[in-house]
């Protein structure tokens, strides 16, 4: 990787793409600190407890919903439209025939995104400046509508410079903001560690089986990320006009974790919303609801995994469509040895499908138990990286990895005569 980084520095527009990307995240970082006037900062940081939603949503905005900046909602509102752009494209057949359109449709598709992250950021932000009264320090409906245009403002630009840093810099502007957000707290999570080693309320040899245990969690992500099944294809020859088509051998790859961080992600909101409702209602059903789904006890565990594996099955069905698949295959000319095009080829690819599912489910359910199972281990009170961020900070390194490794493919490729 080193090596990588280093050749990437002596191409002048790979490093002018990385200086870009470096600067578009030191003014993400300087938002953070830009405070949402009219809040009382104590009040909001008694309700970061372990386990709420307002914890999770921190985790990816890079402590700027604790400090509670203007980059409070961070690209969350963004990353919720496009699943919800992603999933209507199933339902409504306009949208489909978009997806199918190329380049054309894709930006068609993005201006949709654009739009619903902007009424899905006014609606949270006006949820939050509603149970946030009691943080205002003059409540009223001016302090109301400030602070929802401010978040709405500020997830707007985050937008915007995600957009830049993809067109201009390196890698997916929006997954590198979320990355940014998350890798931000590592240092704040090395000075707990040594905090407390000072203090000996943990060893050395609890922070080296940390360290030993931490890299091998990390190979283990960086090898079922990149695990896949290769289905082979064979495509037929074709006699068109005076030329001949086909005859080439192919694979299908199908990851062995299609669903990416998503069920994680969509898991832990589900079972943490109660636990953030319950600190706005003083009730004993509320509070009895919370204490049941807390992290730490058996049932939230077990509803936990439950619910990673059905999130994991329902969102590959969405973005993996083996009967699209087989009719494409079909439709060139493609096959599979020894199945026949059609249904038999559905049936096997679903088949496929449905195991590889099962597996990246349970290694989601695997790592994101880590945490607890870890802190057991090493007796570390806290960690700075839980199972979705690690998730996501090694999937963005290795997608921004290999867009480096093809940029530099692309402007030191010789082909056969030099």
């Known amino acids: 990787m080193l090596s990588t980084l280093r050749a990437a520095w002596r191409v002048g527009d790979l490093r ?3 200086l870009f990307t470096f600067y578009m995240f030191l003014v993400f970082r300087l938002g953070v600190h830009v405070t949402v006037p009219g809040i009382d900062p104590a009040v909001i940081q008694q309700m970061f407890q372990e386990g709420t939603l307002f914890s999770l949503l921190d985790l990816f905005s890079g402590g700027a919903l604790k400090a509670f900046s203007v980059f409070a909602l961070g690209i969350g509102p963004y990353i919720t439209s496009s699943i919800i752009v992603q999933l209507l494209t199933v339902v409504i057949p306009k949208w489909e025939q978009l997806a199918k359109e190329g380049e054309e449709g894709r930006r068609r598709l993005n201006q949709y995104t654009r739009y619903g992250t902007v009424v899905l950021a006014l609606v949270q932000g006006f949820g939050i400046a509603l149970g946030l009264r009691g943080a205002m320090l003059n409540p ?39 990355f940014a957000g998350i890798v931000s707290g590592l240092p704040g999570g090395i000075g707990n560690v040594l905090t407390y080693l000072v203090a000996r309320r943990i060893t ?32 037929a020859k074709r ?22 961080v998503i069920p994680v992600i969509f898991s832990t909101s589900v ?14 059903v509320a509070q009895s609801i919370a204490n049941a789904l807390d992290a730490r006890r058996p049932l939230y565990m077990v509803t936990n995994a439950l619910l990673i594996i059905f999130f994991a099955y329902f969102y590959t069905a969405i973005s993996f469509n083996p009967v699209e698949v087989a009719n494409n295959m079909k439709k060139y000319g493609g096959f599979i040895p020894g199945l026949r095009p059609g249904r038999p080829t559905v049936e096997h690819l679903e088949r496929v499908l449905a195991r590889l599912t099962l597996v990246g489910a ?35 390194a290795l997608e921004t990895m290999r867009q480096i490794e093809a940029h530099l493919l692309l402007r030191n490729y010789q082909g056969f005569m030099k």
């Open 362 to 396: 349970i290694f989601l359910v695997t790592i994101n138990a880590l945490p607890n199972f870890m802190m057991r281990l090493t007796n570390v009170p806290g960690l700075a990286f839980g199972g979705t961020a690690l998730l996501i900070v090694v999937g963005v």
């Open 140 to 178: 009223g409906f001016m302090s109301v509508f400030i602070v929802v245009w401010a978040l709405t403002a500020g997830t707007a630009f985050l937008m915007w410079l995600g957009e830049l840093i993809t067109d201009r810099g390196i890698g997916n502007g929006i997954s590198l903001i979320i």
């Open 204 to 235: 050395v040899l609890n922070v080296a089986v940390l360290g030993v245990f931490g890299l091998l969690v990390i190979a283990a992500v960086v090898w079922v990320l990149e695990g896949e099944r290769r289905i082979p294809v064979q495509y």
């Open 16 to 18: 002018r793409r990385l």
């Open 271 to 284: 079972l943490a919303f109660p636990a953030t409702i319950a600190q706005f209602i003083n009730h004993p």
């Open 239 to 260: 006699v068109v006009g005076r030329r001949m088509y086909g005859g080439q051998s192919t694979h299908i790859p199908m990851k062995v974790n299609q669903a990416g």
